[in-house]
């Protein structure tokens, strides 16, 4: 349990005691419950807040579950040397980010509600993304003129296969070992399955 | 609209029309409602069927989707000779299976609904696949005994990237060029990024 409690003990830090209250009710109940299970009136009793404390901050139950499972995706780190790096870092960073309980339980009741609404999808899926897709973009145009990787690979369809497998693998078969998930995928893609 | 009609006029005919009506009309509500839009009450009045006739045929709704979107998977055909051949046709295969209008528009609902539901997560989810999957296991270990496939390739993190792509790519990102993306894919999966 995660009850903000009384308004009355909060002072100063109101905000930020119902927001974190928030998020941890309904990350425990994405995990008992699963996505369809999790009702705003689930989540505001679990709280211990009230439904109006919620929708002031979120306008509906797929912003609060995008809040509580995804932190702020930043632009990939570093100056983008070395593409074996990159890549081994993007499916660690994947797996890891769509490994929790929280989120594997979430993202495909979130994938489907975000695919039936462009507007959401533009703020939940599109944008979070843009920076890294932007990132990776260009540090693959740099290693293909500097030869390191094959002409013709395209950074859309890459991070396609870096999100796609770590859902599938986390969220539909529910593959326990994430750090083997993680190298393995990696290796395919730095190398595909062909022996030279 | 894919009324099965009245029932004094199906005669002998009558499980198949009610079923063809059933899922022709759960495809149709799918590509206009998604999936948490469609529901049983919704199939019943377009498919003109009455609601006891469609739990006849189907324990829920998830099962309905289920048949509406996916063909019977069968064992990749071929005897495994040409393993280039195998994953470009896994991949053209997977972007076929989840390219559908109907289907993508199902596909993250229908994962959500089987996330949280072990038994219809064996019926829907690993019951269809294992056949690919035990083909897939048969094939790869055989070109690795060949040396056309590198070693320690694992099959089951392969077809998750073939069926997480897809689906991603399709049902998150929305592209529209199906042909380039299953090739994409496979060129990606036989020979990695990286140049030699």
């Known amino acids: 349990m995660t009850g903000a409690g009384g308004q009355h003990r909060l002072g100063p830090q109101r905000n930020a005691a119902i927001d974190t209250a928030v998020l941890d009710a309904t990350r425990e109940l994405l995990?008992?419950?699963?996505?369809s299970g999790t009702s705003i009136d689930a989540i505001a009793r679990r709280a211990g807040v009230g439904r109006p404390a919620i929708y002031r901050r979120w306008p509906s139950k797929a912003h609060i579950v995008h809040d509580a499972i995804y932190p702020r995706l930043t632009r990939p780190e570093g100056?983008?040397?070395?593409?074996?790096?990159d890549i081994a870092l993007l499916a660690a960073g994947a797996v890891e980010?769509?490994?929790s309980p929280a989120t594997r339980a979430a993202v495909p009741g979130l994938m489907s509600e975000t695919r039936g609404d462009p507007e959401l999808h533009d703020l939940l899926v599109d944008q979070p993304l843009a920076g890294v897709r932007d990132e990776l973009?260009?540090?693959?145009?740099?290693a293909i003129a500097d030869g390191r990787v094959r002409s013709g690979i395209d950074s859309d369809t890459l991070l396609d296969v870096i999100a796609g497998t770590a859902i599938f693998a986390l969220s539909v078969r529910d593959v326990d070992d994430q750090h083997r998930l993680a190298e393995s995928l990696a290796d395919l893609l730095l190398h595909g399955v062909l022996a030279d």
Do not use: C, Q
């Open 31 to 35: 995990i008992e419950r699963g996505y």
């Open 79 to 85: 100056s983008g040397g070395d593409v074996e790096e």
């Open 97 to 99: 980010l769509f490994g």
């Open 137 to 142: 973009r260009r540090r693959l145009d740099e």
